[in-house]
């Protein structure tokens, strides 16, 4: 069977996502006015384009594994963020084109532009965040895909299947800091909305800017509750996947014994699988969960 590739268009990312966030970047890359501005967001764009690259580099040779593999991505929000991202990149790059088409010496500066009212800054911060958390996810998704494929291959040694586990578990804590900066950022829009609401109208607009900035501040708390869940998703399969167990295929036979399944003490921490479990010739096994003084002579006692 040839090679299998986990790409974007068969998890459902569109080509005008993919387009739209390549052409931000393009355009952000020769954007000569306040580049430092946004050099954040033209390196979390690199950060996407390079995990959907890395993604569709991977090959999987066991059908099995590439179903499991693409399953476990389509659950981790993946392609919503991409796909979203690729809108949001689209309205950015229009953005960017009108504030700098008549740009010059006499004219608004790009950075001056980025700083001009609340509603301005607070529309360029949920965009930064969406990006953010875009690059995040499929950083996330791609990474555990790729050590979890790894780590489901029968070609895998045990020593570098243990290597794989320590990998999956450096992968656990990272995205449990980002799920804590998240968590952080969420008080921090929390708290800018509670400043907006304490401010007083302006004469000229009669709150309406500052209406329109509790409304984005509000949508950037949603994006960063859509993260954590994601980033969750993501921490569940790779805890799963490195403390799992998959027992397949158990033949017992000519009289014999044998207990297939865990013992109570690790019910909850081990995440096993247990498939194919065939007795013949008089021979018996006991599966399930086992109490951890139990022995098998007394288990099969007849």
Not at 84 to 109: E, M, V
Not at 150 to 160: C, F, I, V, Y
Not at 253 to 274: C, F, H, M, T, Y
């Amino acid at each position: 069977m040839d090679p299998l590739s986990i790409t974007a268009s068969t998890l459902g990312i569109t080509q005008f996502a993919i387009s739209s966030i390549v052409h931000l970047h393009d355009f952000l890359d020769n954007l000569a006015e306040a580049k430092e501005v946004v050099r954040d967001i033209a390196s979390n764009l690199e950060g996407v384009q390079r995990s959907l690259t890395a993604l569709e580099e991977l090959t999987i040779s066991d059908r099995a594994t590439y179903s499991a593999a693409k399953v476990d991505l389509e659950k981790t929000g993946v392609v919503e963020a991409v796909n979203n991202c690729g809108q949001a990149c689209a309205k950015f790059t229009d953005n960017l084109k009108r504030w700098t088409k008549h740009s010059g010496a006499t004219q608004l500066s790009l950075r001056d532009r980025f700083s001009v009212g609340v509603w301005n800054r607070e529309k360029i911060r949920t965009f930064r965040m969406q990006v953010q958390s875009c690059q995040a996810t499929v950083h996330f998704a791609a990474t555990s895909t790729q050590l979890i494929v790894q780590l489901r291959s029968e070609q895998t040694s045990e020593t570098d299947r243990e290597k794989l586990k320590g990998q999956l578990q450096a992968l656990e804590a990272k995205i449990q800091e980002h799920m804590y900066l998240t968590k952080k950022q969420q008080g921090d829009a929390q708290s800018r909305v509670q400043g907006l609401q304490e401010e007083p109208d302006d004469e000229e607009d009669g709150g309406a800017q500052r209406t329109l900035a509790i409304q984005e501040v509000e949508e950037q708390t949603r994006r960063l509750e859509a993260d954590q869940v994601s980033s969750a998703v993501i921490f569940s399969q790779v805890r799963s996947k490195r403390t799992g167990q998959d027992i397949v295929n158990i033949i017992t036979s000519d009289d014999s014994r044998a207990l297939v399944g865990l013992p109570e003490g690790v019910v909850g921490k081990v995440n096993q699988r247990i498939r194919d479990v065939t007795t013949q010739r008089n021979s018996a096994a006991a599966v399930g969960v086992f109490d951890k003084d139990v022995d098998i002579k007394d288990f099969f006692k007849q």
